[in-house]
């Protein structure tokens, strides 16, 4: 056996019998769990869900381009003809904020500079399933929550002073019930003007 040989080995030898500091064969990858669970699919899908539920109501939304300052969406008449009256907005900025677990604390950081560059906030929460503590999101799941929230109301109750900087909804329940769902949605279709689509009778009772 050449002195090459030997080293070779010597080397592997002592290699596969310590502790390798960057593989450790005793604890499998799967074994290692992120403390905050990332779903960015499921984060992405709630401004496609509040851009269906706009349209639904005939409100014309587009979305902003990724990471777009301060606003997700861009809402606008229906009607390519019609004028704003006063009072009316040409387009309303609405910023998309989402929550995907059941259980969660009900609050949601808003940046400080980004206060002027919206209209409305609408916050969903998505109750997929509980995940806090020994919750692993194989329960909980509950139907889609959504809230409308104006400007002033986030203004209202922005907590400048956290590192968050949080608007925490949990003690405000009863307050935001006003902003729920569709009654939520009916303050976008005031501001732009959007009647409620309704099938007009015909006058002629003949027919």
């Known amino acids: 056996m050449t002195l090459t040989a030997w080293a070779w080995i010597t080397r592997s030898s002592e290699f596969f019998n310590r502790k390798n500091p960057i593989i450790d064969l005793q604890m499998p990858a799967e074994s290692k769990i992120e403390k905050w669970l990332r779903l960015p699919v499921v984060s992405a899908g709630a401004e496609y869900l509040v851009m269906g539920h706009l349209m639904r109501r005939n409100i014309l939304a587009y979305k902003a381009p990724p990471n777009n300052e301060g606003y997700d969406l861009i ?122 689509p309704l099938k007009l009778k015909s006058l002629d009772k003949s027919r």
Do not use: M
């Open 75 to 196: 809402c606008i008449h229906p009607n390519p003809r019609h004028q704003p009256t006063k009072g009316e907005l040409a387009q309303v900025r609405v910023q998309v904020k989402s929550r995907y677990a059941s259980d969660c604390d009900r609050g949601f950081p808003v940046k400080e500079d980004s206060l002027n560059a919206f209209d409305f906030l609408v916050v969903v929460f998505l109750n997929i399933g509980k995940f806090f503590g020994k919750n692993d999101g194989s329960t909980g799941s509950k139907p889609i929550e959504f809230y409308t929230l104006p400007n002033q109301f986030i203004r209202q109750h922005h907590d400048e002073s956290s590192t968050w900087q949080k608007v925490k909804l949990r003690k405000l329940e009863n307050e935001i019930q006003q902003f729920r769902d569709d009654l939520g949605f009916e303050q976008i279709t005031h501001c732009l003007g959007i009647l409620k």
